[in-house]
Nanobody, 121 residues
């Protein structure tokens, strides 16, 4: 099977930075789009940023210019560099990837367990 394991969350003051990491492991044949989502208390989960295998990226308007998504196709990993953090960025951040495995040849959707990011003074 496939696992996505996130790391890098925590408590940071407004204006600070954090870097989230997510590594995929298992019987992976190919990883397509990788993305970060977030869910704040009482709100729906929302897309923060995504990156396709070729490297093109997309961002939510609320994080453009502050967050940067990158990926390492050798390590099967995706990263989210978050700068100029604001209290409204507080949420649980989830890694997401569309992955084809050795057994399931078409891409399936996989999620990490989530990592808490809290922006507060």
């Amino acid at each position: 099977q496939v696992q996505l394991v996130e790391s890098g969350g925590g408590l940071v003051q407004p204006g600070g930075s954090l870097r989230l990491s997510c590594a995929a492991s298992g019987s992976i044949r190919r990883i397509y789009t990788m993305a970060w989502y977030r869910q704040a208390p009482g709100k729906q989960r929302e897309l923060v940023a995504n990156i396709i295998s070729g490297g093109s990226t997309g961002y939510a308007d609320s994080v453009k210019g502050r967050f940067t998504i990158t990926r390492d196709n050798v390590k099967n990993a995706v990263y989210l560099q978050m700068n100029s953090l604001k209290p409204e960025d507080t949420a649980v951040y989830y890694c997401n990837a569309q992955i084809a495995t050795v057994i399931i040849t078409g891409p399936a959707n996989y999620w990490g367990q989530g990592t808490q990011v809290t922006v507060s003074s």
